[in-house]
Structures are given as structure tokens and as C-alpha cells.
């Protein structure tokens, strides 16, 4: 028995923002934007009970996954309750629109852990994202923390940053510490297609300053989780890192999109990468098209066969690698980064094995 993780597209890329860099924007993401119906929930979970997982993480993500309602949630949970004896977690991405307290109860009661997206405070938000009628997000996105707060729910930040936002790395993570978020994911923007990006350069910039402050901050005894950190000191402590972007090779995941097709990951959600649908006989079982999509991503660059901070890095993720198997996009920001700050991350790696 394997565990089983699904990340989970119930209202597809459908999404009640038009943030400037969205991914859903580029053509090779189109979806049909449906929502996922209870028949599809049905097999999805008929299917689940045939392959016996050891355990199940479900990731929810969008688009914007609460568009799909929260009688959808409650459905979808009632029928994994009533129909799978492995331990189950949840987690939901969302951009905080529409949590009110009944759903802010719901994630409360069944334990979901919610990713937040908050670029910045206002002006590096309002840079980037807005709703649908161009009016600023922040204040709604900020009461939803606060109901999330109330009602005891655990969430993570997820702050997207590019050329324009790593000048104010200082800035945005003074907010986020003065907002009491000890929990935060920073996305660099790659889409080229989108209308903002993050160069080089500017990612590197990034890496060494926010290191900078997350590292002042840890010495003074007020550890903040930024999550690439953390991974980078997992792999130093001999522990597999929880991002697939950082072990080196795709992970055996699989994303569902609201019409029950399968994907091997959330960024190769086109027919190109379709591995598998649910009215398969055995969904998860990992075929060869899949297998080859991960092995791809097992193929070494020579520079990094090379490189002294192969461990650390390990190529990066798939999607960064030109063709998928070249060399990273931002070899350099990475490797002048552990240049920087490789003997700091050493020492505190050390300090926490003595603790
Ligand atoms: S392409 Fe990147 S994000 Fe996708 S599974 Fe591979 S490593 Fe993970
Ligand atoms: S820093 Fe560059 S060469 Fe080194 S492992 Fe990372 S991507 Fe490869």
C-alpha cells in the first residue's frame, strides 16, 4: 500500500480574480472552466477505495477552488468519511474572495490547512492582483484572514514576487511579520507570457535578502517558515524536502481537473500531459506516460553533475529547465546564493542537530 496525493481542480482554472501575472492566462493552460460534478466526486472516491492508499493528501487549488461552493466541499468530505478508513488531510489554496464564517468553520472542523495569496501589503497587492472589475483585493483578502483567525483555521501565505516586488523584499516581509504570518511561500514569477515576470538578477537579489532577514531574525531567536528556506535545511539535516521543485525530480502526484482527467503536474495540465482519466480501470497506477514525464525530470545537466551545490539545489524544478532536462533557468541566482549564504544555512543546519 502507497499513500495517495491529489491535487484537486474542482472549479478548474475559473477564478473570480484577473491577477496580471495568472498562469490560466496563457494559452497552453486553457481548460474547459467547469466545475467538478458529484458523479465525478463518486468515482473519484469508488476509485481511491480500489487502489488502497496507505494514507491520502488532498490539495485543492484553482483557478479558484471555492468557486466550486461549499456544499461541494461538504459533499466531498461527507463521502471520503463515510467511505475511506486511512489517515486523510486537506489542504485548499485560495485567493481569500469568498471565506466567509461558514466556510471558515468548515476548514476549522475537518482540519484543512489553506494557503492564503497575499502578494505584499496594499500597494505591492494592488500591484498584481485584482478582482474581475479591476478593484483592489486587499482589504477583503485581509478581513478573510482574520475570519480564518477567529475560527482557529491554520493557513500559509503564498506571496508571488517579480521584478517590481523584490525591491521591496524588505518592505513585504516587515508586513507580513507585523501581520503576526510566521508561515510563508514565495513564488518567483517565470511565465513569460505573463505581464510580470522576475528576472535572474532580480531572483537573486531576492534569495540573498530575504535570507538576510529570515537569518537575522533566527540568530535573535524568532524563527519565521519561509518555505524554501526550511527545505534547504531539511535536505542539510538528511530529510527528503517536501517540494517537489527541490528533490530533484517530479513528484508521484496527480492533479484532477474538475472533468476527471489526470495530470502529472498542476504546471503540464494540457492534452499533451493527460496521463490518465478516472474512468480508467486503475487511475492511479502509474503508467508509462506518466513514468516518462518523471523520468524526464531525473536526467542530470552536466553543469550540475559539476556543481558543489548539486545536493542543495538538485537541477531545480522541471518546468524551470529549458526542454525540461537542460540547465535551470536560474542556475545562476541559485548558485550565487549558496555562495552567499551556504556556510550561514551549514551553521544553523548544525545548531539544530545539537539542539
Ligand atoms: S515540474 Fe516542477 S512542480 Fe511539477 S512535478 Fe516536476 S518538479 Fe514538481
Ligand atoms: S546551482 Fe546550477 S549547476 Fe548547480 S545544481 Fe543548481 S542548477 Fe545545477
Redesign the pocket.
Known sequence: MKPLTLLIKPASGLCNMSCRYCFYKSASACRDNIIMSYDTVDLLIQKIVSFQPSALTFMFQGGEPLLAGIDFYKYFVSSVRDSVRVPVSYALQTNGLLIDDEYAGFFSENGFLLGVSLDGDKSVTDRNRSDNNGRSVFDRVMNSINILRSHSVDFNILSVIDDESVKETEKTYSFFKDCGFSFIQFIPCIDSESAASISMTAYESFLKKSFDLWYNDYIQGNYISIRHIDNYLSILLGMPPE?????G???N?FVLEADGDLY?????CDSLNRVASLSDEKPFEINDKHRA??DE?KVIHNHCRKCRYYILCRG?????RIN?YSENRYCKAFYSFFEYAGERMLSIAARIKSE
Do not use: V
Open positions: 517540494n517537489c521543485a527541490m528533490c525530480f517530479c513528484g502526484y502529472p503536474c498542476d504546471f503540464y514525464f518523471i525530470s531545480g524544478c522541471k518546468r524551470d525540461g
